[in-house]
C-alpha cells in the first residue's frame, strides 16, 4: 500500500482505501464511506448492505477500491461482544494448553510401550488420535 487515501486517489482516476461504516439501527443495517457523500445503504442484513454499499462505491469510485469495514453496536451489545470475543480467546488459550498436556501424556504412554488403544484408553480418545498425536511428536 502506497499510504494514498481513497479520496487523493479517486480524485487521480484511481481506486484507494476508503473506511466503510456499518451501523446497526432501527431499521436493519446502515452502511456508508465517510469520504463519499451519498454513499449511504440500507438493508436488514449486514452481508446485503455490505454488497450494496460495495455497489455504491464502485459506482462512485471505480472497479479497483478496497473497503477497510468498522461495524458499529450500540454499547450493550458491544460489552456483550467483547465479553464473547474475550472468553473466546480464553477458551482458544485452554485448547492450546490442553493439546500440550495431552502431547505430553501421550509421549510418556509411548515411552511405557502402551499401543495406541491403550493409551487412547487412559486418555480418554480413541485410538487414532493417539496414532495423531504420535505422528505429530515425531521430529
Do not use: F
Amino acid at each position: 500500500m502506497d499510504g494514498t487515501n481513497g479520496a487523493e486517489a479517486s480524485a487521480r482516476g484511481g481506486a484507494g482505501v476508503y473506511r466503510a461504516v456499518y451501523e446497526l439501527g432501527n431499521e436493519g443495517w446502515m452502511g456508508h464511506v465517510p469520504e463519499l457523500p451519498g454513499s449511504w445503504v440500507v438493508s436488514t442484513s449486514l452481508s446485503r448492505t455490505k454488497r450494496r454499499l460495495a455497489c455504491v462505491v464502485r459506482d462512485l469510485v471505480g472497479p479497483d477500491v478496497c473497503l477497510d469495514e468498522e461495524i458499529r453496536v450500540d454499547n450493550e451489545l458491544q460489552r456483550e461482544v467483547d465479553a464473547l470475543m474475550s472468553a473466546r480467546l480464553e477458551a482458544e488459550e485452554a485448547r492450546h494448553r490442553l493439546r500440550e498436556k495431552m502431547c505430553e501424556a501421550a509421549s510418556l504412554l509411548r515411552e511405557r510401550g502402551l499401543s495406541t488403544r491403550d493409551a487412547g484408553a487412559v486418555l480418554g480418545v480413541s485410538q487414532q488420535r493417539v496414532a495423531q498425536l504420535w505422528r505429530d511428536l515425531e521430529p
